[in-house]
């Protein structure tokens, strides 16, 4: 979802969409903010499970493999530890455990944002949920994920860190 870049993010998109037609699909939109960027590819999206990626973090090569096998019938989100880095990649600033969130999922969602590429979820428990509060000009990650556990859906936590958040100025 091209959310109004103004770089040549779109002339790269499309050119992904080009080379890939049947798994890429490039949906463009006026600047409407991160929640509304995401439930739009929630809904165009065709898997069963949804990992979303803002521009500016990484995720790592072995994300899908090490989080995929944690998704049993009964688990609907997997989620894992995750470092934030300076712009360029080069200085960890902070990494975040999140190894209590089984045993504590309430307590451990309200006082350590988990922020919205991290987690790997099952698509039908965001659907269900009404994906995010796109109001809300900030916190949606942190809001959305209370309401997750709340409403009873079970995560599990598969340790390492396979999600790094950029911190740009």
Known sequence: ??????????????????????????VSSG??????????GLHISTGDY???????????????????????EDIDVVVSDRV?????????????????????????????VITTCNPLYKKKVVVELGGYNESLRSAQDWEFHIKLVIAG??????????FINRKVA
């Open 1 to 26: 979802i091209n959310d109004g870049s103004s770089d040549n993010t779109l002339a790269i998109l499309n050119q992904y969409q080009s080379n890939y037609p049947h798994k890429i699909k490039v």
């Open 31 to 40: 600047n409407k903010g991160a929640p509304a960027s995401r439930n739009t």
């Open 50 to 72: 949804i990992q979303f990626l803002d521009a500016d973090d990484v995720i790592h090569p072995q994300k899908f493999e090490k989080q995929v096998p944690g998704f049993k």
């Open 84 to 112: 934030q880095k300076n712009e360029d990649l080069t200085e960890t600033l902070n990494t975040y455990y999140f190894d209590e969130i089984e045993k504590n999922p309430l307590e451990t969602v309200v006082k350590r």
């Open 153 to 162: 859906y079970t995560i599990k936590y598969i340790p390492g860190v396979y």
